[in-house]
């Protein structure tokens, strides 16, 4: 917990967004009833082995794995919410050791990098969200953190089908660290993957660097409609 996290926990200690109970965003007893999501393919939702994309939408430029620890409604959709748009950055924590736990063993410890957040969004809320949960996530394994990916023009995606956010996304992104990349096994978090379109495009930009393996972990998928 950074200082200013301190301070404000004793000033105004944090409330269960679910039960009331004083002392965390979401106690240890609500962090228990949410539910965790199978393995399946983050693009379509269909089941897959390993959270592999299944064999109808893989393509060769995909993530490898996307780990996602629950669906983005009910408990997780209203932690999310607290953490992005009502300023609760100390559920970043919290999200970061539930999706730690959802991830497996890696003989190879891999770089961790983030899907940069639109820079108008990072300016209204003060933070990149995305950043905060990968540095927290590499800070509970002792992984190594890398912001490897930056945002070169702003690009609304709220709505928008996975064809819009594609075509959205072309020379939206830009590659940082280039050095670091060729070889590496590299894991990208977000908090929410809703088409897989940023998470392709982020993954396509690694692999044509060089990464020799690109994987993610989202907090949630929405849900397929």
Same mark, same amino acid.
């Given at each position: 917990?950074?200082?200013?996290?301190?301070?404000?926990? *004793?000033?105004?200690?944090?409330?269960? &967004?679910?039960?009331?109970?004083?002392?965390?965003? *979401?106690?240890?007893? /609500?962090?228990?009833?949410?539910?965790?999501?199978?393995?399946? /393919?983050?693009?379509?939702?269909?089941?897959?082995?390993?959270?592999?994309?299944?064999?109808? /939408?893989?393509?060769?430029?995909?993530?490898?794995?996307?780990? &996602?620890?629950?669906?983005?409604?009910?408990?997780?959709?209203?932690?999310?919410?607290?953490?992005?748009?009502?300023?609760?950055?100390?559920?970043?924590?919290i999200m970061a050791t539930m999706m730690n736990d959802s991830l497996p063993y890696f003989?190879?410890?891999?770089?961790?990098?983030?899907?940069?957040?639109?820079?108008?969004?990072?300016?209204?809320?003060?933070?990149?969200?995305?950043? &905060?949960?990968?540095?927290?996530?590499?800070?509970?394994?002792?992984?190594?953190?890398?912001?490897?990916?930056?945002?070169?023009?702003?690009?609304?995606? *709220?709505?928008?089908?996975?064809?819009?956010?594609?075509?959205?996304?072309?020379?939206?992104?830009?590659?940082?660290?280039?050095? *670091?990349?060729?070889?590496?096994h590299i894991l990208i978090v977000d908090d929410v993957v809703t088409t897989g379109a940023?998470?392709?495009?982020?993954?396509?930009?690694?692999?044509?660097?060089?990464?020799?393996?690109?994987?993610?972990?989202?907090?949630?998928?929405?849900?397929?409609?």
């Amino acid at each position: 917990m950074n200082p200013i996290d301190r301070v404000l926990s *004793l000033i105004a200690p944090d409330i269960c &967004i679910n039960c009331g109970a004083e002392g965390s965003i *979401l106690c240890q007893e /609500c962090q228990d009833l949410m539910q965790r999501i199978p393995s399946i /393919c983050y693009a379509c939702g269909k089941a897959s082995r390993n959270f592999k994309p299944c064999p109808k /939408c893989i393509t060769k430029w995909q993530p490898d794995h996307v780990w &996602i620890y629950s669906e983005y409604s009910g408990l997780a959709k209203d932690l999310i919410k607290s953490y992005k748009f009502g300023s609760a950055r100390r559920a970043a924590k919290i999200m970061a050791t539930m999706m730690n736990d959802s991830l497996p063993y890696f003989a190879t410890q891999p770089i961790i990098t983030y899907v940069p957040t639109v820079p108008a969004r990072m300016r209204s809320r003060g933070f990149d969200h995305a950043g &905060i949960l990968a540095k927290e996530i590499a800070r509970q394994k002792n992984w190594i953190y890398i912001p490897l990916l930056a945002r070169q023009m702003q690009s609304r995606q *709220l709505g928008a089908s996975r064809e819009q956010r594609r075509s959205q996304l072309k020379n939206a992104l830009r590659l940082n660290n280039h050095d *670091l990349i060729k070889g590496r096994h590299i894991l990208i978090v977000d908090d929410v993957v809703t088409t897989g379109a940023t998470i392709e495009a982020c993954a396509k930009m690694l692999k044509k660097a060089g990464a020799a393996q690109v994987d993610a972990a989202v907090f949630a998928r929405t849900p397929n409609k």
